[in-house]
């Protein structure tokens, strides 16, 4: 059983065969899902906590302070720590809420995270489902999770969380029409659907650089829409607190914001994902055309770090904007999405079946 | 064709009703206890009826047991933002009614003090301006500005928020060998500050559209509400006390009453940032010609007021605020009644919000620069 770190394929297909060897296929399919379901929840615990205090040390350099400096180097453990308090506080319930779905609600959510992250390419080899309409598969997936923040508003029988609901429900149905015409786009250029075949198209050249215009219009309509689908940066109207108090979690206390507030960290990963396997070659390292030597050098770095360089950039650019714009008005954001996202959008799917009729990328 | 009239019928028996909403009185953007009960429809506001006194501490009412110059510590708690301005107006009110004629060297440090206050609120306004919009790091870029104002007021009065710095005859100690320096320092390093604010907020284009014709006011409502300071004279309303009535060392400096009569959010916004430049201004032309004497002139032991009633109003960084004295001739006032900018404000809340968004609601508050204290003496 060769680890190879350059190429999980054929360590992940050894070790289907060494439990083969050793049990019932049924019983081997059970075990390895555990097994991988073990280490998403590892992931996405670990990765959240990460993201977490990312955001507070970005935001920190961003309004001239240090951002947590106390608990553990550099502030390290803050975040643990926030979390241990989170799970030790008392839950409260609104007396008049639904019960069934104020309980639901954050289970939703955190369930439409995780079945969005089962696609994800994290290096070659090292992807769970590599289905043939993977990218299908995510938008459908990842627009489950408002039907949790609608419940969540809902339930919790406050004004506040309702308009919070509501107006996330507006923001992302909308904003999921840009993300997928974006992604609609680059499907075009890629001329398939499995994630795992969209990154191999990038060997060469990523397709953010290889796509011409068209693939530039649409990165950039990705990185704001999919900044609107997670209620992030300028368009947390959902949860705006200084009009709604918190929006759709105001009644959410203790474990059950924490699964909100792990869900929106785990959401922008997927967002920054996405964007990294579409448009900046996912796991591939960055290579150009006739620069042999850097080639390989870049070459050397395993397909795992460049993954998680580019998501962290992308996430980086999320949390600025965060931190630099206000906040957009309900109004304002489906105007920005129906007048000239989706226009633009269309016009660009336009532009990019040109350039591939015309094979003006070849 | 009866079809369709019959559907026209059914959906005009659909009740949608306005809801209530009780924005406060513990809410993010009222910046205190203030309470508004807010009638919505969807996101929409049809009107909004403030309901004060949550933290009404009967200022007006302590005044009457005790003496003047005690006074001056209570205005401190009201507008705890302009605290020197109230201070001062108070002091001034003791003065003309004794006809006590105060040396230069105290009218320009009580100008300059003033300015320098203004230039704190209105730096604090411009950081929570921000956060209400949702730009959260504004609230440190101002922060930071204001940091330094109250380093200076620390060492020359003692006290960085509630100065205390008047008493009825001129100020309570000198200032501090530092001050000049400092404020200079302090000018120098802000003039490159304050295009920061602009970069950060004013220009940006979400915020423009967040302010840009949201929240009119016309000239008549706003004369007709009192609404005074900037969030008057952004509709029109030449109120600027320091213009029409001037008093300590406002006569002997130039500087622009900014006027505008667009009357909508932004312009609000704007004259505060004119605002500030002009404070810059005043203190640029008095920090270096500050007459040396006496920094207060002998006033008795106990100071009675002569009967009768004495009115003086000062320009403080939210608009006019008045003090009323009526005095029958003891040591301690008959009646004292305080005329705060924020409560005359407040009330024309509902003018200006009422048909927009809910969001436009908290943005037209924020660009009325609450400070509740004032509202609730």
């Not at chain 1, 919790?156 to 840009?178: D, P, V």
């Not at chain 2, 301005?85 to 004794?98: D, R, S």
């Not at chain 2, 104002?149 to 200032?175: H, K, S």
Request: charged share 20%.
């Amino acid at each position: 059983m060769g680890f190879n770190i350059y190429d999980f394929t054929e360590m992940t297909h050894n070790m289907h065969l060494w439990f083969l060897e050793r049990m019932s296929p049924a019983m081997t399919t059970v075990v390895e899902w555990t097994i991988i379901g073990v280490c998403y929840l590892l992931f996405i615990a670990l990765f959240g906590l990460f993201l977490v205090y990312a955001e507070r040390k970005v935001c920190a350099a961003f309004q001239q302070r240090l951002g947590p400096t106390r608990v553990g180097y550099w502030g390290l453990l803050q975040t643990i720590a926030d979390f241990l308090k989170l799970l030790m506080k008392e839950l409260i319930m609104p007396k008049s809420a639904d019960k069934f779905l104020y309980n639901l609600a954050p289970f939703i959510v955190m369930i439409a995270t995780f079945m969005a992250i089962a696609v994800l390419p994290f290096g070659k080899g090292l992807q769970t489902m590599d289905f043939d309409i993977g990218i299908f598969y995510v938008t459908a997936v990842s627009s489950i999770g408002v039907i949790g923040i609608l419940i969540a508003g809902w339930s919790s029988n406050n004004k506040y969380s309702l308009i919070g609901a509501m107006r996330s429900g507006a923001q992302i149905l909308s904003y999921e029409l840009s993300v997928s015409l974006s992604l609609v786009t680059m499907i075009i250029f890629a001329g398939t659907m499995q994630l795992s075949g969209i990154v191999e198209g990038q060997r060469d050249a990523w397709f953010l650089f290889k796509g011409h215009i068209p693939a530039l219009i649409a990165f950039v309509i990705f990185l704001i829409a999919g900044t609107a689908e997670t209620n992030r940066g300028p368009f947390d109207l959902a949860e705006a607190e200084s009009e709604l108090t918190a929006g759709f979690h105001t009644e959410y206390s203790g474990i059950k914001f924490a699964f909100f507030f792990l869900a929106e960290y785990i959401n922008m990963f997927i967002v920054a994902a996405m964007a990294t396997t579409v448009f900046l070659g996912g796991w591939m390292p960055l290579h150009f055309g006739s620069l042999e030597s850097f080639n390989h050098v870049m070459d050397f770095i395993p397909p795992l770090v460049w993954f998680f360089i580019k998501v962290c950039g992308v996430i980086f650019l999320i949390m600025w904007f965060k931190w630099t714009f206000p906040r957009l008005r309900v109004d304002q954001i489906l105007t920005l999405e129906w007048k000239y996202l989706l226009p633009i959008n269309l016009i660009n799917i336009l532009l990019m079946c040109l350039v591939v009729l015309t094979k003006f990328h070849l | 064709m009866s079809e369709l009239k019959e559907i026209i019928i059914s959906s005009d028996k659909i009740h949608t009703d306005q809801y209530l909403v009780n924005m406060g009185p513990q809410h993010p953007s009222t910046h205190g206890v203030l309470r508004l009960l807010v009638q919505l429809e969807g996101e929409i506001v049809h009107h909004i009826q403030p309901h004060v006194g949550y933290i009404h501490s009967g200022i007006e009412k302590m005044c009457e047991a005790i003496s003047y110059p005690q006074i001056i510590h209570l205005t401190d708690r009201m507008d705890y933002l302009s605290a020197h301005m109230n201070n001062e107006a108070v002091a001034l009110c003791v003065e003309n009614a004794l006809q006590v004629e105060v040396p230069d060297r105290v009218k320009y440090i009580r100008t300059i003090m003033d300015e320098l206050s203004r230039l704190a609120s209105h730096q604090l306004w411009w950081c929570v301006m921000g956060m209400d919009l949702g730009a959260l790091t504004t609230f440190f870029y101002g922060l930071r500005d204001r940091e330094h104002i109250l380093d200076i007021f620390e060492e020359t009065c003692g006290a960085r928020l509630t100065v205390n710095y008047n008493v009825p005859g001129g100020l309570m100690f000198d200032i501090h060998p530092n001050f000049q320096k400092r404020v200079k320092d302090f000018l120098k390093e802000f003039k490159k500050k304050l295009p920061e604010y602009d970069q950060l907020l004013s220009d940006n284009v979400i915020f423009r559209e967040r302010t840009n014709n949201i929240g009119y006011l016309s000239l008549e409502d706003a004369i007709s509400w009192g609404v005074t300071g900037p969030s008057g004279r952004g509709s029109g309303f030449s109120c600027d006390v320091r213009k029409h009535e001037p008093y300590s060392a406002y006569p002997l400096v130039q500087f622009q009453e900014k006027l505008d009569t667009k009357g909508d959010s932004f312009t609000r916004y704007k004259l505060r940032i004119d605002e500030m430049w002009e404070s810059i201004r005043i203190i640029e032309q008095l920090i270096d010609n500050i007459p040396e004497g006496d920094y207060a002139v002998k006033m008795k032991g106990v100071i009675k007021l002569p009967e009768g009633e004495f009115y003086q109003r000062v320009e403080t960084a939210r608009g006019e605020f008045g003090v009323y004295i009526i005095s029958d001739g003891k040591k301690n006032p008959y009646r004292v009644k305080f005329r705060s900018p924020g409560f005359s404000n407040l009330f024309a809340l509902n003018k200006m919000a009422a048909g927009h968004k809910i969001a436009d609601l908290v943005a037209i508050m924020s660009t009325l620069d609450l400070v509740i204290p004032d509202i609730d003496r």
